[in-house]
């Protein structure tokens, strides 16, 4: 279910789509445009990649009219047919959507302007009201994809020059990361709060966007099976796992500025550790869910450099790619001799009734031998074992994100044949078998949407950013004033041995015995 803008009433995703069209139309005769999505950054990286090629999904779709207008603003001086050239390679376009896609950059406009000088807002503002007429409600989407260091003066002089007036609303949607420490991430937030409205902002969190991890909250509150389970007395252990098979691809210069635990770990992660970890909220509105979610980060401890385990990658001599044969410290744009971590593992322990003595692992890393990220729940062992010792294993349940979306519990099952021989098997939802045909949507599409329906259920509030850098920054100013050397681990391997070694120590079983395999 979806919180809308109204916290009383909730909406299936059909009727979501159905409110988002409502709220582009303005209900008279001629029915104008009067919403305006504004990209800043329109010429950087995410705007490239992700933010254009996602507006045109949506409009490709239907879910925006098409009478909206998009503005990119950016300091480049560029043309639409500019912008069109960087953008449409990253699109998903066939030939027969060639009209459709005609009529998506006919409602794109561009304008270039520096990001601190109130007169090139002021002259941004002159092209969106362009489009307004008198007496009409007018609506303005602010999307910053933009490095931080500019948040601030964007973020003013949208205040100063670009706010909607009359009836029509103002949000503004912030890319992280925010901040780089407590703070840091307070000062901005503290800018922010001074100029806009807590409901006009909005923190995305792209993990928060994914269909599995939007999952969470039915699997855990909409079936009585996992109720009674979800406590310290049956799971042993909970692991959080980022996994990707590359490494810095020559991005090595931007990722050494934050590293492996600012980049995935503090946030990403972090976040869905507060959607497994929550008690029940009252309702599905977004300020409920979230206020859950501050509850469970407020009991984490903060955490401790002897509960985290750092790696960096080398190159694999024997690697079958010229990329897999260079290390991170070969990246040209990575200072000589850094010591910045490509993988972390960390242990979070949550000081409450619920789950005390739990540990919760948290694993990240770069240049890994898979791409995968998942939620797995360890149970604890059978009590009064009957079978033959080592026959049984433990059960678990895994929420697999990406790639290959799925659910499965790990259970043991008897194996075919007159003995009475254990095996492990699986009780199995994979996305792409049992919802085949049906399209996923991508992470961006939904926050967007979202954004404009005015739900922030799936981004995050100033007081969730304040808790979870509380909980990371001691270790991140150890980190940096100490520079502990990361432990190399080979490019393409499943990271440092001692990272195995720590998860066994914090409770979690391994055995290699058993390996899902996608049935799609």
């Known amino acids: 279910m979806?919180?809308?803008?109204?916290?009383?009433?909730?909406?299936?995703?059909?009727?979501?789509?159905?409110?988002?069209?409502?709220?582009?139309?303005?209900?008279?005769?001629?029915?104008?445009?009067?919403?305006?999505?504004?990209?800043?950054?329109?010429?950087?990286?995410?705007?490239?990649?992700?933010?254009?090629?996602?507006?045109?999904?949506l409009y490709k779709d239907g879910l925006i009219p098409k009478h909206i207008q998009i503005i990119g603003y950016a300091r480049s001086k560029l043309?639409?047919?500019?912008?069109?050239?960087?953008?449409?390679?990253?699109?998903?376009?066939?030939?027969?959507?060639?009209?459709?896609?005609?009529?998506?950059?006919?409602?794109?406009?561009?304008?270039?302007?520096?990001?601190?000088?109130?007169?090139?807002?002021?002259?941004?503002?002159?092209?969106?009201?362009?489009?307004?007429?008198?007496?009409?409600?007018?609506?303005?989407?602010?999307?910053?994809?933009?490095?931080?260091?500019?948040?601030?003066?964007?973020?003013k002089n949208i205040r100063e020059n670009c706010m909607a007036i009359g009836d029509g609303w103002t949000r503004v949607i912030v890319e992280k990361p925010f901040g780089h420490d407590s703070e840091s991430?307070?000062?901005?937030?503290?800018?922010?709060?001074?100029?806009?409205?807590?409901e006009e902002i909005y923190r995305i969190d792209h993990y928060l966007g994914k269909e599995m991890v939007q999952n969470l909250m039915v699997l855990r509150f909409g079936n009585r099976i996992f109720s009674p389970l979800w406590n310290r007395d049956n799971i042993a252990s909970v692991i959080i796992s980022f996994k990707e098979p590359f490494g810095t691809q020559g991005r090595g210069g931007y990722f050494d500025e934050f590293g492996i635990i600012r980049d995935v770990m503090q946030n990403h992660l972090l976040q869905i550790l507060s959607l497994?970890?929550?008690?029940?909220?009252?309702?599905?509105?977004?300020?409920?869910?979230?206020?859950?979610?501050?509850?469970?980060?407020?009991?984490?401890?903060?955490?401790?450099?002897?509960?985290?385990?750092?790696?960096?990658?080398?190159?694999?001599?024997?690697?079958?790619?010229?990329?897999?044969?260079?290390?991170?410290?070969d990246d040209p744009t990575v200072p000589d001799g850094s010591v910045t971590?490509?993988?972390?593992?960390?242990?979070?322990?949550?000081?409450?009734?619920?789950?005390?003595g739990v540990p919760f692992m948290l694993r990240c890393g770069k240049a890994l031998n898979e791409r995968k990220t998942e939620v797995r729940v360890q149970f604890r062992d059978v009590p009064g074992d009957i079978f033959p010792e080592g026959a049984i294993q433990r059960n678990e349940l895994i929420i697999r994100v990406q790639p290959g979306e799925a659910v499965y519990l790990k259970m043991m099952a008897k194996k075919p044949g007159m003995s009475i021989d254990c095996e492990e098997s699986e009780l199995d939802l994979t996305y792409g078998s049992r919802y085949r045909g049906v399209t996923l949507r991508d992470a961006y599409e939904r926050l967007i949407l979202d954004a404009f329906v005015g739900s922030q259920i799936h981004f995050v509030r100033s007081d969730e950013l304040a808790e979870a850098w509380r909980i990371f920054t001691p270790v991140l100013h150890q980190v940096e004033r100490e520079k502990p050397k990361p432990i190399t681990y080979k490019y393409g391997s499943r990271g440092p041995r001692e990272a195995d070694d720590f998860l066994t120590k914090s409770g979690f079983k391994y055995t290699g015995t058993y390996k899902w395999t996608n049935p799609h």
Not at 15 to 21: A, D, P, Q, T
Not at 26 to 46: F, K, M, Q, R, W
């Open 79 to 155: 043309t639409i047919t500019d912008l069109k050239n960087r953008t449409q390679p990253h699109f998903k376009a066939t030939p027969e959507e060639k009209a459709q896609l005609d009529g998506f950059w006919k409602v794109n406009w561009y304008v270039a302007g520096s990001y601190d000088k109130g007169d090139d807002y002021q002259k941004l503002n002159k092209e969106i009201t362009k489009f307004e007429k008198p007496g009409k409600k007018v609506n303005r989407l602010f999307y910053l994809a933009l490095p931080p260091s500019v948040y601030e003066p964007v973020t």
């Open 2 to 57: 979806y919180a809308t803008a109204n916290p009383s009433k909730h909406c299936t995703k059909e009727e979501l789509l159905e409110l988002l069209k409502e709220s582009f139309v303005d209900e008279t005769a001629n029915h104008e445009c009067t919403d305006v999505i504004v990209v800043l950054g329109a010429s950087g990286d995410l705007a490239k990649k992700k933010i254009y090629p996602t507006l045109w999904w």
């Open 185 to 198: 991430s307070a000062k901005l937030s503290n800018h922010l709060s001074e100029l806009f409205k807590e």
């Open 341 to 356: 971590p490509t993988f972390a593992l960390a242990t979070l322990q949550i000081k409450n009734e619920r789950w005390e």
């Open 276 to 329: 497994v970890a929550m008690e029940k909220p009252v309702s599905t509105g977004a300020e409920d869910i979230r206020d859950e979610k501050v509850k469970v980060l407020k009991c984490i401890q903060q955490l401790k450099l002897e509960d985290v385990v750092l790696g960096q990658y080398v190159g694999d001599p024997e690697g079958e790619t010229e990329d897999s044969r260079l290390g991170y410290l």
